[in-house]
């Protein structure tokens, strides 16, 4: 069965503490709203870390808490205690309300920033700061897997040192399966310069989850060129409305299909908490539109 969702940062909500957050009771009671049943946590204290606050807002808006992400700087070791943190306090909250999806995403580097979709020219780390990066993700990977009973996807994100497809496959054949499987984000992928139907074709038997994102292909192409930062190209608008960029939509669902997908695909259309766009009416069109191509919760 294929269920949708969405998730917080369709209303901006990227970090817990930015004063431009909708309150999060709004953002439960507008994702039902806009016709979903399933939510992510969004960043670990946005929502209510004590379980019986968020369960009864849960069951009131009619929905399923889906998974959260961990996206924290695994690149930095000074920041180890940091990732630790949110790693451990999104943990506990996704067991507490039944959710299955753990997701690791390595923040945004200075040392990336200005090479997002631009693999050619990106910064690589030598070997022992691979391994020493790698090994992290793996200690993260064996907590929420083996201690917390969840399953654990790796996602590649614009921006950080997990994001173009030759390193997000390094890591998979570096790492177990039964401990780390894929998060696939179908606009990180397109953003980052590379085809996401073709990954996934490769790739299905290791993608536990999926992000629904798409990309204005003009203004990627614009952002890449002038080297825009991604939050500012967040504001520019470069996560349009599904099935209005340049991710093959119907093909993704064809794929899903053909290989028996059980589970939650996620809308995310990150966007400027401040900025011109209704993320109620967004999130209702993306809705829609996946109606439209064949995706019903069934």
Not at 179 to 199: E, M, N, Q, R, W
Not at 232 to 258: K, M, S, W, Y
Request: charged share 25%; proline share 5%; aromatic share 10%.
């Amino acid at each position: 069965m294929i269920q949708i969702g969405n998730a917080p940062c369709s209303w901006g909500v990227e970090f817990a503490d930015d004063p431009r957050n909708p309150p999060w009771r709004q953002v439960l009671g507008e994702n039902r709203d806009a016709g979903y049943t399933g939510i992510e946590l969004g960043p670990v204290g946005y929502m209510p870390e004590d379980p019986a606050v968020l369960s009864e807002a849960l069951d009131e808006f009619g929905q399923s808490l889906i998974g959260g992400v961990v996206f924290r700087p695994f690149h930095d070791p000074a920041q180890w205690e940091n990732v630790l943190d949110g790693s451990i306090r999104t943990c506990k909250a996704l067991v507490a309300h039944g959710a299955r999806h753990l997701v690791l995403i390595d923040s945004i580097s200075e040392r990336r920033a200005a090479t997002a979709g631009r693999a050619d020219e990106a910064e690589q780390m030598d070997k022992a700061e691979w391994k020493a990066y790698r090994d992290r993700i793996v200690a993260v990977s064996k907590m929420g897997a083996e201690e917390y009973g969840l399953t654990v996807g790796i996602h590649a994100h614009a921006a950080g040192f997990m994001d173009f497809e030759p390193e997000l496959e390094r890591l998979l054949n570096e790492v177990d399966e039964s401990i780390l499987k894929i998060c696939f984000d179908t606009g990180h992928h397109s953003y980052a310069g590379f085809d996401p139907v073709a990954f996934m074709e490769r790739h299905m038997a290791r993608i536990s989850y999926v992000h629904f994102k798409d990309i204005d292909p003009a203004v990627k192409s614009r952002v890449i060129a002038d080297r825009i930062g991604f939050y500012d190209a967040c504001g520019q608008g470069i996560f349009c409305t599904l099935g209005n960029g340049d991710v093959d939509f119907p093909r993704v669902r064809d794929i899903l299909l053909e290989h028996g997908f059980d589970g939650w695909c996620t809308v995310e259309q990150d966007c400027d908490p401040a900025g011109a766009t209704s993320p109620i009416e967004d999130a209702r069109y993306n809705r829609e539109y996946l109606g439209s191509i064949g995706f019903e919760d069934r």
